[in-house]
């Protein structure tokens, strides 16, 4: 091989590690707000959304030039959260003041404040996953197939489960079955009718 061949071969390679730099400090936003979902308070979010930059800038190699960058990073964003999990199984349990913090702030007395309130608490009654398939395809805007890359499932898969997240996530939020059928009691949600 030339020289000129292996300072060409270098190049490339630091151009190909400087855009995906720059690639990645772009994404960064969009990471934390998925790991803020994922973990539910910004100081283990702000943690996770490091262990998985270092992750992937150590594992730069591994990444193919041309393929999705935002699925890559996020594939790896939400493996690092179910290793932290797994961890935080083994471990005793803790108490977290961040789970707290609702019970020492003072509730919003406008109306937009309690419409958020009231979709937080409904967001978070949802299923892990619900959560994960609304924030990807819906904050993120993921196409269904992206959406399907990062979780490592069908594309159908992602479109039922989209669909369902949506139909509960209404449901939660206007207290009633979205089909419109009052249960037994008023505003209260079927268990059976979650099952499918």
Known sequence: MT????????????????EITKALAELLPRLRAYARVLTKNSPDADDLVQTAVERALSRIELYQPGTNFKAWM???????????????????????????????????????????????????RLSEMDRTVLILVGAEGMSYQEAADVLGTPIGTVRSRLSRARTRLKELLEGTPASGSAGPEAGAVDPGALVA
């Open 3 to 18: 020289a000129e061949a292996t300072t060409a071969e270098s190049t490339t390679a630091e151009f190909t590690t400087a």
């Open 74 to 124: 996020f594939t790896i964003l939400r493996n690092c959260y179910f290793t932290e999990m797994r961890k935080r199984a083994r471990r005793p349990d803790t108490v977290d003041p961040a789970d707290h913090e609702g019970a020492l702030s003072v509730r919003a007395e406008q109306q937009v404040g309690l419409e958020v309130r009231d979709f937080s608490r409904a967001f978070a």
